[in-house]
């Protein structure tokens, strides 16, 4: 019985480190050919993205769709690393899975808003609430909600992933390096983004570089080394 739930452990390690590598690489991709000047969190401009919205209905519905399937991977990874801490430490590992499932909940809406503009830029009824400037004002309400609901999920998220690496590094699960990296690089995220709310000058372009290229090697490592070798056991 042991040891058939030790191999179940580790093939669903397996699963959420690949999920989290596709999450990874289909956000990447989808900000690369999708997401280019329609999505406010990559350039912060809110009035250029909602100008370049009101042309890009096909590919506001393509994000739309595209942040559905993240959701649901996302969905998929923070059950996982439940399943696989809770032995460890069942309260900080059931925090961390509802702080991110409230992220994740955050994160959908950029979905909706998206699925908004599309709707303002194709739809030709709205033509009679008001054309031009209002169009544009109409899909900024929609690219502010956006960044809000982004910008929260994001402190949650990261949050919710400090939880997680305190446990893998209590429990021994991970290489010990993974678990110290992946704890800061979400501490860095979470002080940065708060931080910028109240001191401009932590939003700096640098500072922004930095904390998203160390939480992303924090995922990317936990991911490779789950989906490669599983947990120690």
């Known amino acids: ?25 289909i956000g990447m991709a989808a900000a690369m050919l999708v997401s280019s000047g329609i999505d406010v969190n990559m350039s912060a401009d809110v009035k250029a993205t909602a ?40 309260v900080v590992s059931l925090w961390s899975l509802m702080v991110d499932v409230s992220a994740s909940v955050l994160g959908v809406f950029s979905s909706v ?12 009824a709205f033509d009679a609430i008001g054309g031009g400037n209002q169009h544009v ?13 982004f ?5 949650l998220g990261s949050a919710a992933k400090v939880g997680v690496f305190y446990v893998f590094m209590r429990s021994d699960l991970i290489p010990k390096f993974i678990s110290a990296w992946g704890i800061f690089a979400s501490l860095f995220v979470v002080i940065a983004l708060v931080g910028r709310d109240f001191i401009p000058a932590l939003g700096s372009n640098a500072i922004t570089a930095a904390f998203l290229a160390s939480n992303l090697l924090a995922i990317l490592m936990l991911g490779l080394y789950l989906g490669v070798k599983g947990v120690r056991r």
């Not at 004002?137 to 609901?149: A, E, F, G, I």
């Open 151 to 155: 910008h929260l999920a994001l402190v």
């Open 51 to 90: 100008e370049n919205m009101l042309n890009a209905e096909s590919r506001l519905r393509v994000k739309a769709y595209v942040g559905l399937l993240l959701f649901m991977l996302g969905m998929f990874a923070s059950v996982g690393l439940f399943l696989i801490l809770r032995e460890a430490n069942v």
């Open 1 to 25: 019985m042991q040891r058939s739930y030790v191999i179940e452990i580790q093939n669903l390690s397996r699963y959420v480190g690949w999920s989290l590598i596709a999450t990874v690489a």
């Open 113 to 124: 808003f998206a699925m908004n503009a599309a709707l303002i830029a194709g739809n030709a």
């Open 137 to 149: 004002l109409l899909t900024s309400v929609q690219v502010v909600s956006d960044y809000t609901s």
